[in-house]
């Protein structure tokens, strides 16, 4: 297999995995980082948070002037840093899809600034032409990343364990599609690495501000539903927020959403 026209080499600490793998995409695999490393154009780092900015402090010695070297971590406060020491052209991409896409067409990828945002583009935009490359720095980054990542996943790890355990299959028989529709992300998200999950959460250095805010309004909220006061004021307030056009536009996703989840359930 190539990617526009380059051979694709494929190291991973699991070398059965990393085999099959490559041999699954008829690609070149090594069981030596070191040995990976040469004669390279490019090396990509996908590896946890967490390891990624000491691996490459690991491999410095090893990459070539010629190399460029692009990493694609979730978060980018440790990483970004470690990358800006380097002579070699670095990357610093965040995908913002998942491994089920066919293709890359229209898919979002975030560019974070490490030394010269334009020759970084540039390289992107070469790499990944029909991407929707949106350009941010490590902190905007981060801190979005707070509430499309963090909070999501804390939000979902307590509503899994809000769920009455001998209540679950019951609730299920009942549940519409909205219920439906949560299950299936709070099922995705229980489904990742413990490793990932607290990376996600304890390594962004703006998550905790973000999940405390979450909290403390729901306490709120849950003030004003105890008192028996209206939510009329509430929902105003978080609607004057939205245009109509957003508002229209959510009703709209909120629908194919059902939609499409009642398809997938069904199927």
Known sequence: MTFQGHKLTLFD???????????????????????????????????????????????IPFLESKTILCEITSLKGGVVPVLRELKNITLSLHPMFGPDVQNFTNQTMALIHVKNIEIEKKYT?????????????????????????????????????????GEREFIEQLAG?????????????????????????????????IINQFIDEAVYLRRIFKKGSTVDNYLSLLKTQLDDTRLFEARTMRNHIQNSTLNRLTK
């Open 13 to 59: 600490l699991d070398f059965n995995r990393s085999k099959e793998v490559a041999k699954k995409y008829n690609c070149l695999y090594s069981e030596n980082k070191k040995e990976c490393l040469k004669n390279k154009d490019l090396v990509i780092f996908c590896t946890p948070i967490t390891n990624t900015p000491n691996l490459i402090i690991e491999l």
């Open 125 to 165: 935009e070469t790499l990944f032409p029909e991407s929707k490359i949106v350009t941010t720095s490590v902190e905007n980054h981060d801190k979005a990343m707070a509430y499309v990542l963090s909070l999501p996943y804390f939000m979902n790890l307590v509503f899994a364990n809000t769920l009455e355990q």
């Open 177 to 209: 599609t909205t219920f439906k529709a949560q299950s299936i992300v709070k099922d995705c998200i229980i489904g990742e690495s413990t490793e990932l999950i607290e990376s996600l959460i304890n390594c962004n250095m703006y998550s905790w501000e």
